[in-house]
């Protein structure tokens, strides 16, 4: 219950965030937030992912699964460093959005395998 209110939570967030950032830009006069609302968004979609899959997280944690943790969190640098050298060279800014929502997605599939390959606890005492 805590993780969709925590989901929930930062999807309005991102939401409130991506619509009201480009609108005080454009009261301000900075025509460039509404030039690079796109890339916003995309940033926000990526945080949302990332946010979305710690609630796994605390599952691998709560069960020890240290490695699935760290070498996840590793892999998704390394897929954000790698997403990001090839597509901003060829989409500027916006291949920085492209290379978090891979990224998220990326780490969001790898905790959902994970968690899936956990057992039920062994209740020998």
Known sequence: KMTLQ????????????????????????????????PVLWLLLLGVFLRSASEGLYYMLYARDQDRPIWVGN???????????LILIPWHGLVGAGYASVIASV???LWRIYYVNQLRPPNNQL
């Open 74 to 84: 590793i892999l998704y640098m390394l897929v954000t460093i790698g997403a990001g």
């Open 6 to 37: 925590a989901i929930t939570a930062a999807g309005l967030l991102c939401v409130l965030i991506g619509l009201l950032v480009p609108w005080l830009g454009g009261q301000l006069g900075k025509a460039e937030f509404m030039t690079n609302a």
């Open 106 to 108: 990326f780490i969001g």
